[in-house]
């Protein structure tokens, strides 16, 4: 089982919908990392979270320590939001500049 | 400027060639990153480089050699490399390597290995 789990592995969602994606880990953390990866390559970082909620634009992120889970959500999504969302975390234990790299959602908003 | 370059973007070398990729950012971090990425799964560590100091090599083969020639400049030389590692290497940097430091990626380099 990896340490980092994300649901779900495939998501197709119509334009304007709302969107969750879910981040769980089974090991104590410093911090969470939501990434976006667009098809060709380059990955850009979304939100750092050691805990409660941050909002960038159409993004929330939320994170509740205790229960070792985190979401994603996208409001009024839009086809520009077609990518893999990655959920990275930093274990307490162990390097800290050392990311756990969850599978990935992969993520296509339709028109 | 918040930005990390890459280049080359593509690269098709033979399995007898030597070359090298090149990261570089401006941005004042001292902590920089090398990571493999194969299709359809996430980046694995390769390297880190902190304050120009190798501090992480996650047993790499010695094919793939980094060099951090200074604060801003990230570089990995290959040498006899083999088709599995064909990829895209991602550089990245942050602030420290401190847990809660973002990182910052590159666009990456995409290597086909004949």
């Known amino acids: 089982k990896n340490e980092v789990e994300q649901s779900p592995q495939n998501l197709t969602a119509q334009e304007g919908e709302f969107i969750t994606i879910n981040c769980s880990y089974s090991?104590?953390?410093?911090?969470l990392h939501w990434l976006q990866q667009h098809p060709g390559g380059g990955i850009v970082s979304l939100f750092m979270?050691?805990?409660g909620k941050k909002k960038h634009g159409r993004l929330i992120a939320t994170i509740n320590i205790q229960e070792k889970h985190s979401s994603l959500h996208i409001t009024a999504s839009h086809p520009r939001d077609s990518a893999v969302y990655i959920c990275a975390v930093v274990p307490s234990t162990g390097t800290a500049s050392k990311l756990t790299f969850g599978t990935g959602t992969r993520l296509q908003v339709t028109l | 400027d918040t930005e990390v370059t890459q280049t080359p973007k593509h690269l098709v070398m033979g399995m007898t060639n030597k070359k090298s990729l090149k990261c570089e950012q401006h941005?004042?971090?001292?902590?920089m990153y090398w990571y493999k990425q194969k299709a359809k799964k996430p980046p694995e560590l390769m390297f880190v480089y902190s304050y120009e100091k190798l501090s992480i090599n996650e047993s790499v083969p010695s094919r793939f050699s980094p060099e951090c020639p200074n604060s801003s400049l990230l570089n990995l030389h290959l040498h006899a490399l083999q088709p599995e590692d064909s990829a895209l290497y991602l550089c990245?940097?942050?602030?420290?390597?401190?847990?809660?430091?973002?990182?910052?990626f590159g666009p990456g380099t995409r290597l086909t290995v004949l």
């Open positions: 941005m004042g971090h001292r902590a």
């Open positions: 990245a940097s942050s602030y420290t390597g401190g847990a809660h430091n973002e990182q910052f």
């Open positions: 979270l050691s805990s």
């Open positions: 090991v104590g953390i410093s911090a």
